[in-house]
């Protein structure tokens, strides 16, 4: 399986963005997937995951409605939406299988993510 990570970049304060990450060698349908970030200097972390079907979602410590979480089966591509972003959200941006809607383990190797850098 690989996973390819887009649509991250430089963005003001209060700004928003649409993650995607697009799978391939492996099929989305039937998996939980989840998003998780690296801040510099810190470790990766799960923002949000949803089960296979995205009726059910997990954000853990991060608010919904800030984050939005959701996918595609058909293009085979998770989405994360960040509104209102702020600098402490500025880290890399991966996204990964997981075995269940709160794990926080990945299920594969990691893509190479999406950087997004909060700065005005």
């Known amino acids: 399986a690989q996973f390819v990570e887009s649509g991250g970049g430089l963005v003001q304060p209060g700004g928003s963005v649409r993650l995607s990450c697009t799978a391939s060698?492996?099929?989305?349908?039937?998996?939980?997937m989840g998003w998780f970030r690296q801040a510099p200097g810190q470790e990766r972390i799960k923002v949000a995951s949803?089960?296979?079907?995205?009726?059910?979602?997990h954000y853990g410590g991060f608010q919904k409605g800030r984050f939005e979480i959701h996918r595609d089966n058909s293009k085979n591509t998770v989405y994360l939406e960040i509104n209102n972003l702020a600098p402490d959200d500025t880290a890399v941006y991966y996204c990964?299988?997981?075995?269940?809607?709160?794990?926080?383990?990945?299920?594969?190797?990691w893509g190479q993510g999406t950087q997004v850098t909060v700065s005005s």
């Open positions: 990964n299988a997981l075995s269940s809607l709160y794990s926080h383990s990945p299920l594969h190797d």
């Open positions: 060698g492996f099929s989305i349908s039937g998996s939980f």
């Open positions: 949803l089960d296979s079907i995205g009726g059910f979602t």
